[in-house]
């Protein structure tokens, strides 16, 4: 069983549309998180989330917007997609907001052309 | 802020030697965790180890171990017996206790394992 799931897996779409990001969990953790990846490979956070509600928005654009339905599941719609937004966008989650290891999912490539 | 360096960008290592990946980080808290991840062409991120910053004893799991040195603020990861598996990018992150859950990561180091 898939503990962090994405989907899509690949994305490539044109400048200008809106696109979302799925994520669902299977572990029982109560934090999900959004992370990017960009060209050069440096990840940094974008979003944390605790039992549904928003703890971390770091500086991403408005254009950006994570919602958690329930626990499990923490999606990321992004509106008029921009050639800087094109990165890996990983999900994760954690058993808890101090509870360290996170686990991630396999990535989602989104490409804006 | 809180910084992650990994000042090795490659590294590369013959197949069943040891390579060590450097890891420095820069913070004023006294509670944290810190970790190797592990990136393979696959994208995966995987966890590799952890260790918590109030025990002095360094994690190990199997062939990775780590040296930690909290007052250098230092974090290397020992890989022994490489593998041609462990080819990968390998992150160092950072995780404050109190700062929402965010893990910090260094730029990553690119090791190649050779046959």
């Known amino acids: 069983d898939t503990a962090v799931s994405q989907t899509p897996k690949y994305l490539v779409t044109q400048m200008g549309n809106d696109k979302s990001i799925k994520c669902e969990q299977n572990l029982g953790h109560d934090t999900m998180y959004w992370y990017k990846q960009d060209s050069k490979k440096f990840l940094k956070i974008m979003f944390s989330?605790?039992?549904?509600?928003?703890?971390i928005n770091e500086t991403v654009p408005n254009r950006f917007s994570p919602k958690s339905p329930d626990k499990a599941h923490l999606n990321l719609h992004i509106n008029s997609l921009e050639l800087g937004d094109s990165a890996v966008y990983f999900c994760?989650?954690?058993?808890?907001?101090?509870?360290?290891?996170?686990?991630f999912g396999p990535g989602t490539r989104l490409l804006v052309l | 802020a809180q910084t992650v360096t990994q000042s090795q960008p490659e590294m590369s290592v013959q197949e069943a030697e040891t390579v060590t990946l450097s890891c420095t980080y820069d913070?004023?808290?006294?509670?944290?965790?810190l970790f190797w991840y592990k990136q393979p062409p696959s994208r995966q991120m995987i966890l590799v180890i952890r260790q918590e910053a109030y025990k002095q004893q360094n994690a190990t799991e199997n062939r990775f171990s780590v040296n930690f040195q909290k007052a250098a603020k230092s974090f290397s990861l020992k890989i022994s017996d490489s593998q041609l598996g462990d080819t990968a990018m390998y992150f160092c992150?950072?995780?404050?206790?109190?700062?929402?859950?965010?893990?910090?990561f260094g730029q990553g180091t690119e090791l190649s394992v050779k046959p």
């Open positions: 994760a989650s954690s058993p808890g907001l101090q509870l360290g290891t996170q686990y």
């Open positions: 913070t004023s808290e006294n509670n944290y965790y």
């Open positions: 992150a950072f995780f404050p206790y109190n700062q929402g859950g965010k893990l910090i």
């Open positions: 989330y605790n039992n549904k509600e928003l703890i």
